[in-house]
DNA sequence: CTGAAAGCGCTTACAG
DNA sequence: CTGAAAGCGCTTACAG
């Protein structure tokens, strides 16, 4: 077993090299050609030209260490988890844009995991992903059943675990923006779209909405009050929620809808009741997705920076990895909303 | 070294053991439990009372396989790799939905790299998936540089390289449905957005535009061609494009557009030089992006099944994984489009 | 400055 | 029916 490969594999395109056989072309240890590749040469004070005739021969043979023997054996595997609602336009979409920014610049690569809000597939896939040796997890608009052994960053959830850093929108100033450009406009009726109970941000936004709502005097009128229901598309989800509101008969010159998708479905069904938006009802979305700009009309909206979440997300779970667990961040990571106007809403002018 | 870990360990919360560990506390070999773990335990004849102990016990410790260890060994990491452009709203995210599907009911995970057309990325990236020991790539709307030691599906690439397998919309229905659709309207004199050269449906679509104008008897004028230039968002592009169309000051009363987004551009551009969509000019979009029917005016447009196309891209893999190469599709995977009839097209009124 | 050897946590011939 | 031992391809004490 010693003598019959040399020439056999110098024939083979297309395979890659291992440590031994590269460490044999050049006729020093795997430990050292190991060394060379991790840039620990310095360290264990290399010389020079031996470091030279390793890179070289490296990048010759185009040798690529296997990434799973070594994750195996030094415990780093430079993976991470994303665990997401679902994969689709919106909003896990953006975000996991900026999470890959951020990632694939480190030399991390991540599995995306979707739940669709299944009980099971919530339980189950932290701990796959664990199996899979990932050295950290963002959950994106996903709420955490239990502690993990690894660093989590949670997007919009708002359960504040010991041991988990939040990134979360300033839902407070996001509710002001919306509350104050109605309250300007003269609108007093106001009808609210809430979100549904699984996501994490319906509470945080509900909540924020109340006080703002509070410190303006603006009635909140628990009729005007309604709540997506289902896990469908959120355009039809919208609809449902906003012919509830219809069939009340409680009049409203306005809503705030807990997303752009909703609002979307809003004014389909606003329309189809014969009501013009805005002329008659203004609606306010949030989120500031693709359609929310190329609607008819275009959606005035509360912007989400969920790009930017992401990033934030990626580089405070990368430094929460290469940090002790006491350098962790202390408090919630806040992002800041922009209220972005467009046609959606305008000047009531309805007598009430 | 063999005492003094019975305690301890069954204190710590949290830990997952190791196979050791679990055959150790059922006092068999590592080898048994290992076996009727991987359900090979029939195949071996192991009793079934041992076989019940082992599932009870695993079970009770919480023991999950670390898949680094068995990857590495077994040589199968259960893991593909997906090159898509980018990860943003439409067409990718759309086609990861379906692979996701398909995947993770067969325990497979998946690593996602977007390469923005950027060349280097192009091709690194495919070796630094094979480095993570990826038993398979998907490249969706990806040009490949060179040929893989796994089995890949490219969806929406044309290039056609032995030992890919395609899967690919029929373009040439695509083209009939729109052009059909236009010329039934009474349209004549219609142009074409191309789409970016670095797409590789662009030619593609544009050689079955071509051949089903030439068998329809419809002109295409090589003034009424434009092409979507740059990498940035389809709107914007879509909107340079028509621009220049404007600038050539040839009539036209109908655009066929490379996808929605470039479809969305060209109406706000139209709109903007007091040209009435579709009153005065008629706009067919490609893709039925779920902005295309919230759009104003909804858009007529060319459905691909991008979500089955990603089913049909991750099962065919699987397929290539588990087969003899010579028992792979030897044909691409032909996707039908569909036509969907919106507001942003209707009969033509101009006199030419 | 460099290397031999152990070991990461599994699976899998091989043996009985 | 079951197990001891080798080995996947690396990194890392340990030794010199």
Redesign the pocket.
Known sequence: MSAEDGEGSSHQKNV?P???ELARHL??????V??V??G?AKH????A??QERVLEEAAKLN????V???S?????SHTIGVMVPEISEGYSTAVLGGIEDVLLLSGYFYFVVSHRHHDDRLREYPSLLLSRAVEGIIAVDTPLHEDLPVPVVAVSDHHHRPAVVNIELDHVLAARYALEHLHGLGHRQIAFIKGQSFSSDTRARWRAICKVAADMDIEVNPNLVTQLDGDGPGIETGRVATATLLDRGVPFTAIFAFNDLAAIGAITVLREAGIQVPEQVSVVGFDDILSAATNNPPLTTVRQPLHEMGRAAASTLLEMIHKEKSEWPKHPIRMLPAFVERQSTQENHVVS
Do not use: C, H, W
Request: aromatic share 6%.
């Open positions: 890659r291992d440590l031994k006729g020093v240890s795997q430990t050292t190991s060394r590749l991790n620990s264990y004070r290399i010389s030209e031996t040798y690529k260490a296997n799973l023997a070594r195996l054996r030094s415990k780093r």
